[in-house]
């Protein structure tokens, strides 16, 4: 019998491996049928079986992770990439991530199900570190199907993922309000309560525990519970009715139970069997709650270290950590962002880049490249190659600055400091290069970028110290360039 996955080449992982070229050297990949995982990590194990060499190497796995405050355009790049995956995996957060698909100019927003979803038979799969909240996920579904997308045997949903109820999303806006100008700036979707009740475990709800005997009279004891919770909270009496509750739920249950499965068990089976798997990050490695600008961040591992715990799958077997980055910097809700232009500046790249939140429509915070923050989160999620989004929308500014380090207490640094009231204190220190005027949404190869452009793209990736692979100049698809050579 012929094995499950062919050796096949698969581009995106060439570059892990490589040693880099000079800067602004561009050649393009020798033409290869062979897997280059197999060719560049050790060209002497030629004589091996194949078994041995999949030992030895494992298989392609790629991680998409979002280095900045999220909405990175991480949705277009894991669509792009599917084609190459035979799995697409969301491993944390919720939906409170949006991330868009744009095909033929139709713009997909999609909160929960992975944005693999467009090129069936790839599976996408909805893993364990996930919250969801499963009237949201079955409107997503729906929305999807009415506009001719297939979701059948082609998604699963985690048996283990968190459940969100109707007091998660109550504790969120009263937190929040009660929280008053120290908002965290949340998006009311329950998140971070949902998983404040998964570490606490006595009041959390799997998807799995939505077929047990003893659901309904969980669902009371927690009802009860949250009530009181909720009045204390809010001065207010609040009424939960846990019936009602218990009755939707078993609805939701029901009408999800064809999706539900155990994912761990079958990314596990999946990565024994040579399957080719990309992993979604959501949200962006500085809103990761260990590692984040904290407390303003989400409540999952955003950066790339929350693979493992929200999958399943065991670090090791990540080949490739593709780092997602705007051209300038973006971040929706409070928290200290050093780059920030709260002036024209950053309106005129809000308008151009439509920097509307995609699930809020909040107008998103603007402001110039941060070096130093993507450095950090570069190197905090192992990122292997950098793809650089919305460059076009930078066209026409006169000159761009970047922050390449921080001015905190009288001493110049480029750490990025661990404490939230540090990074307030942080005055960004800015170098500045010349703009560009050309339009580049029409840019399909490097060599059609200005050289200003160039130049622009070449500092970023020498201060972040990781390698180009990806450059975006529209939201379509075939706005995309793809470097063969690293270019620092
Ligand atoms: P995500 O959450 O990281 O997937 O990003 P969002 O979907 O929230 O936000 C990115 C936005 O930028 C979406 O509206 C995309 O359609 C759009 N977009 C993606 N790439 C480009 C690009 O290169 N140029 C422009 N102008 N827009 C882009
Ligand atoms: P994608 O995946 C941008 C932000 C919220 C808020 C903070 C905490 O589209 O990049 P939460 O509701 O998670 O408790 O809010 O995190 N936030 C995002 N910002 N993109 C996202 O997702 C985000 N998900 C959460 O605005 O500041
Ligand atoms: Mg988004």
């Known amino acids: 019998m012929p094995r499950e996955r062919e050796i096949r080449s698969a581009p995106v992982n060439k570059q892990s491996f490589r040693p880099y070229p000079l800067p602004g050297k561009l050649e393009s990949p020798p033409p290869t049928t062979q897997n280059p995982v197999f060719q560049t990590v050790n060209p002497s194990l030629e004589g091996l079986s194949e078994h041995q060499k ?24 894991v669509d792009l990439l599917t084609g190459e995956h035979d799995i697409v995996v969301r491993y944390q957060g919720g939906a409170n991530a949006g991330h868009t ?21 790839v599976r996408c799969v909805i ?12 409107e997503e579904i729906e929305r999807l199907r009415c506009r001719g997308v297939q979701v059948e045997d082609n998604l699963l949903v985690s048996n283990r993922a968190h459940v969100i109820f109707p007091w998660h999303i109550e504790e969120d806006r009263l937190l929040e309000k009660a929280a008053g100008s120290e908002a965290i700036g949340t998006t009311l979707r329950g998140i971070g309560p949902c998983y404040r009740d998964k570490v606490g475990r006595s009041l959390a709800f799997r998807v799995g525990d939505l077929y ?33 509750i218990y009755e939707q739920y078993r609805q939701y249950a029901e009408q999800l139970r064809r999706w539900v499965g155990d994912s761990t068990a079958y990314l596990l089976d999946a990565v024994e069997a040579q399957k080719r798997i990309l992993f979604e990050g959501a949200q962006g490695a500085l809103l990761d709650v260990d590692h984040g600008t904290f407390p303003y961040v989400t409540s999952s591992n955003s950066s790339g270290v929350g693979v493992s715990s929200g999958s ?46 995609t699930v809020t429509r909040r107008p998103r915070r603007c402001g110039w490249f941060d070096a130093v923050a993507v450095r950090y989160t570069a190197r905090l999620s192992g990122v292997d190659v950098l793809a650089v989004m919305l460059l076009d929308v930078l066209s026409g500014l006169e000159e761009l600055k970047v922050c390449t380090c921080y001015e ?10 661990a404490h939230v009231d540090e990074l307030w204190r942080a005055q960004p220190v800015y170098e500045t290069l010349p703009g560009w005027k050309e339009d580049i949404s029409h840019a399909r190869r490097w060599e059609d970028l200005p050289a200003n452009a160039q130049n622009y793209l070449r500092r970023i990736s020498q201060l972040i110290g990781r390698p180009l692979e990806i450059i975006s100049v529209g939201p379509d698809r075939e706005q995309t360039i793809f470097i063969h050579s690293a270019i620092f």
């Open 101 to 121: 698909v744009v095909l033929g100019g139709e713009p997909f927003k999609l909160s929960l199900v992975p944005s693999g979803i467009f090129r069936p038979p």
């Open 408 to 417: 905190l207490d009288g001493q110049k640094t480029t750490n990025f400091p």
């Open 54 to 77: 999949e030992r030895i190497c494992g298989v392609p796995a790629t991680c998409v992770v979002g280095l900045q405050w999220g909405d990175e355009a991480k949705g277009k790049i």
């Open 312 to 357: 399943g799958v065991p670090a090791r077997y990540l080949t490739k950590i593709i780092g997602i980055i705007k051209a300038y910097s973006t971040r929706v809700g409070g928290g200290p962002f050093p780059t920030e232009q709260a002036n024209e500046i950053g309106q005129y790249i809000r308008d151009r880049g439509n920097e509307y939140g």
């Open 127 to 138: 893993a364990n570190g996930v919250v969801l909240h499963p009237g949201s996920l079955l």
């Open 212 to 244: 047990q005997p003893n659901f309904r009279d969980r669902v009371r004891q927690a009802a009860q519970f949250k009530q009181r919770m909720l009045q204390c909270l809010s001065g207010e009496p609040i009424e939960l009715d846990a019936d009602a």
